[in-house]
């Protein structure tokens, strides 16, 4: 089993910045993806970024250019960066990962709220 503990959610007027972070903990097994997925309600939840261990990151377009995601190999930590938010980037974010293509997991989600 794996836990993954996200935080770092809130509100921010459009145009700011947020740092999410996502801790992994119990059989996390090297060779593994990490990701950040967001939801609205009414929708599916949709990929944002994700990461492999090798450093290797996809985006989703909406959020190219403006969304980092890293990872902390030593610490089981993913983070995401997010700059020039805008409204529509409001949703619930949450933290997953994919051990070894079979084992998938996710975090509880934490709140972005995009708002002046």
């Known amino acids: 089993q794996v836990q993954l503990v996200e935080s770092g959610g809130g509100l921010v007027q459009p145009g700011g910045s947020l740092r999410l972070s996502c801790a992994a903990s119990g059989d996390v097994d090297s060779l593994n993806t990490m990701g950040w997925h967001r939801q609205v309600p009414g929708k599916q939840r949709a990929l944002v970024a994700r990461?492999?261990?090798?450093?290797?990151?996809v985006y989703a377009n909406s959020v190219q250019g403006r969304f980092t995601i890293s990872r902390d190999n030593a610490k089981n930590m993913v983070y995401l960066q997010m700059s020039s938010l805008k409204p529509e980037d409001t949703a619930v974010y949450y933290c997953?990962?994919?051990?070894?293509?079979?084992?998938?997991?996710w975090g509880q989600g934490t709140q972005v709220t995009v708002s002046s």
């Open positions: 997953d990962i994919i051990i070894r293509g079979i084992w998938h997991y």
């Open positions: 990461i492999r261990s090798d450093g290797d990151t």
